[in-house]
């Protein structure tokens, strides 16, 4: 048997509907966040989730309506009161035998309320009612119909009606007419999902689900709870990671190569550390080298608080794969990390004859061209950089480890453009935002995850005290006695959205005030300090030279000066946790005790205050991955669209996590039992796919 069916109406455009035109079509694209009108799809009107209803279905007398309350009246026409003068309303009044009702408007003419409210006839209206000069009134009808008398049968119109998100000049009539419309073109589809499943949940079949969201028999339809959502939910889900399932199935397809290296050489290396590594490194360290040295391609994800000691762990694994003569490509997020990395990795691998080269947008055009030939031809072993690294120039003679440093700031797209660049490499991911499992799992499907779950030794928790702004004063005396006894401090300037020139300025300023009242020991770095000006910068403050660092986020991700023990954070109301985190992590680096001060402009509002009330109470990474998860939903931790992050319109991670796991556990079993998705379920399957924009999975696919 063969299933026939063509999702095609489904990804048909928006302007296929009828009353679609360009301007529609456009501000369709704006309200479902598309790139396009031309990309918007029909289906992407059927993903616009309800956010309320509005219950039509309270029926009463007049003499029973409620004051400031949707319901729906049954009058008959006695008569038409009109304006008096410009401006004032008309209005029809009717009745019903137990009192007058009045049914008001600001616009419209005679002739079109006589037309609709014939005096004598009967005519059912649904809105917001409120009582006015002893009568109950409604001003424009929501809905409105002609009947027959008192007793006519209610239809759709007056029951439950979806309240959706709308955006200038699109409004819910014109919207729920082309819900309807678009529900009109769902055709027959083949069941994608497992069969018991469905059963066991109970779940409607796609088709039934996304008419049951659109149109509610109930308010607990639109919930995420109600079998419809979650049906539609495990759909998106199953298909997000049935895309990573493939994707990784054929990654792991280019098969690694198993390498081998001299160990002596490795515990040579890890000898010159300043330091002997920790329990939890020495374990990622012990995993990564099985998957080097085995035939499969390494996929893993180094998961570590800030100051766990990532870097150290890559270097090793870069170590070990040049041992076997394979080169290793290590991506920064910033420029300034890139910087950092390179002169960790030189220093204590050039010694050990192992070519380090740092690849930026900002190193000199010499520089560059010998790091390219020296990667080619194979006389270069670790290239260290940005952005970079991806141009299709750089090439290398056998790259065998990717190292990806803050993942969250790459896309999934980016990641694999930098592997394809060694058919044969592992890689390496490494985090320092605490990544709940189910967000591992939502954007990185079955990774391999190592995690450094114990710190350096002697290091101590940051103490966090949350300080109004108006005592900045007495912050600024504390910070000066500090810096005369020796200690070194971060003071972090909020980003100021949308407004570089500002952020700079305010930037400017605590540079100059901290100067007048710190001495010349204060440095300043921003997004727009030139390269070799910050690099100058940051190591004056790593030598001392500079005491007090002020700067806008950049210090964010990666900046690691062991002895700072300081962290100001001004206007810690604007940001969120995982980045006060982060800033946090800056300090407590070294074995002396380190102070967080999140200086706040009150009042502070109760996400704010919960916040910093969560800072201060906890220095685990992952409690507060948690919190922050619960305070900002999943979508900003995950990144945003363009990062290549997963963005679901159906499923919410708060409420569909277990589904997610049974979504993760089926798309495997699927890519294991029916890898080219071949089988009758296979087939529906590759539809799911698609209507779900799975596109690099479905390339995958036909690449085999
Ligand atoms: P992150 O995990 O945030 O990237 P880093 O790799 O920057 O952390 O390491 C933070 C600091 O801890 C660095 O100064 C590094 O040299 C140091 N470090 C790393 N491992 C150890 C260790 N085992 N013992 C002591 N210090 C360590
Ligand atoms: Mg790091």
Redesign the pocket.
Known sequence: MSVVFDIGPLTAPVNRLQGVGPARAERLAHLLDRPSAAETRVFDILSHCPVGVIDRRHRVAVAEAPDRAIATLTVKVVRHENARRPGAPSRVIGEDGTGELAIVFFRGGEAWRLGNYPIGEWVRVSGLVEWWEGRPQIVHPDQFAKVEGPDAPFDARFGLEPIYPLTQGLTAGVLSGLVAAALEKIPDLPEWLDGPLVKREKWPTFAEAVAAIHRPEDAHDISPDAACRQRLAYDELLASQLALAIVRDRERNHRGRARRWDDAMIAAIEKSL?????AS?RLSLAEIAGDLAAEHRMIRLVQ?????????VALLAAAMAAGDGGQTAMMAPTDLVARQHYETLSNILEPHGIRVRLLTGRITEAERAEAIAGLADGSVTIAVGTHALFQSAVTFRDLALVVVDEQHRFGVHQRMALSEKGPHSDLLV?T?TPIPRTMVLAQFGDMDVSR?TDK??GRQPVETRAVALTNIDAVIERLAAAVARGEKAYWVCPLVEDNEASELESAVNRHRILSKRVGDVVGLVHGKTPTAERERIMSAFKDGQIAVLVATTVVEV?V?V?DATIMVIEHAERFGLSQLHQLR?RVG?GAKASTCLLLYKAPLGAIARQRLDTMRATNDGFRIAEDDLKLRGEGEILGTRQSGAPSFRFADLEHHAALLAIASDDARLVVATDRNLERERGKALRALLTLFERRRAIERLRSG
């Not at 300043?274 to 920790?278: D, E, I």
């Not at 570590?304 to 150290?312: E, I, L, R």
Request: hydrophobic share 30%; no cysteine.
């Open positions: 300043p330091f002997s590594l920790t490194q570590g608080d800030v100051g766990s000691g990532k870097t150290v490494m320092a450094l350096p030794a990666g690691d062991p992590g680096r």
